[in-house]
């Protein structure tokens, strides 16, 4: 049995799947707000971060990881699981210095892993993908390159606020003893395999891409990225490797504290929209995903490597070889949240009185859906932009904010030259009916949805049993299939009505300065 665990933003989650029934034998999940309150991070991170920086408890994170496998220990013999590979939360970087190496591979069973690793952080918080802290540390390393052109088509993304480098610069800047100090820098996703394998694991080339520090040509660390981020920068971070490879096998501190096999094999790490990559079985270019996790993310294999001019759009890695675009946008779940408490809704009433109430289009009513800073485009936050009343009822803003959100998706996706003819959904919204139907009207594509709704611990298991030697393209065949019933249908009386919303949301959009990276 293969495990595939995913440290999101908002829960760590397990997933293992048998791969000779072809079933899904165990879920199990630990949400870091409701689960692990001491940290005081409702939603994943830390609230009240000054001069855009959104910062997590990387303590959380390991306490998260004891927590949820003594939780999956409690009802299932891990003593069955043949290798374990995980995904994290895109571009969140772990600082740690010379000292993690020897207590990776000294971890007592007895305690905990915050108790053992914490003391050799040397940044108490980690940066995560929301920090919008970094525009100056862009400029400087557009400017070292050349220009952000010259970025982009080294490391298939210009010089983004919540990429690792940039991130690293700014950390390098602000505290240089500390950076020094640093022996490591980790991604989440390689941190957790490093703390599962008991050593330092590499990067794989799926996350590696979301630090502007990878050359997508030559798979390697560039060395004038490097250079324009921090000095000796080389010599802190883990090598980059292919997603596929075998990184050893498991601790003892997992084998005798959960009863994990000794040859358990740990198997690299990647991020979590690669990794739902895998899991929504759209490794192939064709199948569009979108991922409605904490983050929007629109995403899709692809035949050539090819850049947004816009800017906003990136290239990563492709866990089963090649590259995958990927768009993000910031203000997904949780302004969906926000708008839900605001007017005092829950789900269903959001899916139902939002929705149903409302004709397509909203009789022209649009909103620029960003409750916090955006990054596609990029926006710092100015409050809700809308050319309509405050006061307009419920359903209006429930509509509002759905159709801004998936309008502003379409519009920021068009670079990649292709409408979608299938879309796949993932991640905690792809539970709700009248949000999914609302992407097939949007999008006048198919959508379809599988039983489980989190692709990238789907896609974990997948890539542990595959880089084992099972077939992938076997095993997708058997756990990637929608659930019965699950495909909806474009209205293609709609398309016309989206076509005119579409050019309603971009004057919208246009009569604010559209700030570009
Ligand atoms: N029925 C629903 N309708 C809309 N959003 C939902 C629904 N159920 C869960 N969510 C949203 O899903 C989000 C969590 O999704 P998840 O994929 O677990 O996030 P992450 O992977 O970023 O930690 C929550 O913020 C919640 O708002
Ligand atoms: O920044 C990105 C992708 O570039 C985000 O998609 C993060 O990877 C967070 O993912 P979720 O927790 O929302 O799944």
Redesign the pocket.
Known sequence: MFLGL?S????LSALIIDPTLGTIVHEQSVNFGKDLPSYQSPS?FLPGGKNGEVHADPRMWMEALDLLLSRVAETFDLSQVSAIASSG?QHGSVYLDETFYERLAQLDPARSLPEQIAPALTRATSPIWMDTSTSAQCQQIALALGGNDEVCRRSGSVAIERFTGPQIRRFYQNDPAAYDRTAIIHLVSSFIGSLLAGKDIPIDHGDGAGMNLLNLHRLDWDDDLLEATAPGLRSKLPLPAASATLAGPISPYFAAKFGFPEFCEIVLSTG?NPSSLVGMGATQPGTFVIS????DTFFAAMAEPVTDPQGFGHVFGNPAGGFMSLICFRNG??A??ALRDQLGLD?AD??SAGLAQTPAGNHGQVLLPFFGPEITPRRDFEGPVRNFSADAPAPVQVRALLEGQFLNMRLHSQWLGESPSLIRLT???S??DG?AQLIANIFQAPVERFAV??G?ALGAALRAASACGEDLAELTATFCQPATGSQLQPDPALAPVYQDALRRYQDLLQLGVEARP
């Open positions: 995913d999101s933003t908002q829960s994943g939360q979590d409605l996790g904490t983050s779940s949780l969906r949240e789900w959001f899916d991640g905690g919204a539970q709700n949000i709704a989190n990238a």
